[in-house]
């Protein structure tokens, strides 16, 4: 798909959203249970079930997906797309691409070993090595464009609520 097309593509679905904003509002939503034993939950996902359970820094043995892992894994499928879809409305060629996206887990954090270690990940990184002729500038737009339209990087900024009720 080049630029033309996908500027064809979107300007109908533009539009619309600009005519009708509610329109583009789209409730996004995942479902799991704990069908499986041991501490794991198994998350519905579009290639069918996957047991999330510990990562082997806090109990687990290495047969559940971690759901750390699961994370950077949406993150490296909004951020490529989005990535690709800037590149193309850049009019950017892009042979070939490698992405990886890493964080940091400190285990004692989440295993309340200490209060002063935090919870979660930290230093995430997203990393997009490209074959392509793009100079230093486009490049830097592309990663700061990339990083704006992303929408897991974008709620990543800010912690879902949890509510815990009875069935």
Same mark, same amino acid.
């Given at each position: /798909?080049?630029?033309?097309?996908?500027?064809? $593509?979107?300007? %109908?679905?533009?539009?619309?959203?600009?005519?009708?904003?509610?329109?583009?509002?789209?409730?996004?939503?995942?479902? &799991? +249970?704990?069908?499986? !034993?041991?501490? *794991?939950?198994?998350? !519905?996902?579009?290639?069918?079930?996957?047991?999330?359970?510990?990562?082997?820094?806090?109990? &687990?043995?290495?047969?559940?997906?971690?759901?750390?892992? /699961?994370?950077?894994?949406?993150?490296?499928?909004?951020?490529?797309? *989005?990535?690709? #879809?800037?590149?193309?409305? $850049?009019?950017?060629?892009?042979? #070939?691409?490698?992405?990886?996206?890493?964080? +940091? /887990?400190?285990?004692?954090? *989440?295993?309340?070993?200490?209060?002063?270690?935090?919870? &979660? /990940?930290?230093?995430? !990184?997203?990393?997009? !090595?490209?074959?392509?002729?793009? +100079?230093?500038?486009?490049?830097?737009?592309?990663?700061?464009? *990339?990083?704006?339209?992303?929408?897991?990087?974008?709620?990543?900024?800010? %912690?879902?609520?949890?509510?815990?009720?009875?069935?």
């Amino acid at each position: /798909m080049d630029a033309a097309a996908l500027r064809e $593509m979107q300007a %109908p679905i533009k539009q619309k959203y600009k005519d009708d904003p509610s329109a583009a509002l789209a409730r996004l939503h995942a479902e &799991g +249970d704990f069908r499986d !034993e041991g501490i *794991t939950a198994t998350v !519905e996902t579009w290639s069918g079930p996957q047991r999330a359970g510990f990562h082997e820094t806090t109990g &687990g043995d290495g047969s559940d997906a971690c759901s750390g892992d /699961m994370l950077l894994q949406a993150l490296l499928g909004c951020s490529g797309v *989005t990535l690709r #879809s800037v590149a193309t409305a $850049m009019s950017l060629d892009i042979r #070939s691409a490698r992405l990886t996206a890493r964080g +940091d /887990m400190d285990a004692r954090g *989440t295993l309340g070993v200490s209060r002063d270690v935090p919870v &979660g /990940m930290t230093g995430i !990184e997203v990393v997009a !090595e490209l074959d392509t002729d793009a +100079d230093d500038a486009q490049l830097a737009t592309l990663a700061k464009l *990339t990083e704006r339209y992303c929408v897991v990087a974008q709620t990543l900024k800010e %912690p879902p609520t949890f509510t815990v009720r009875r069935a």
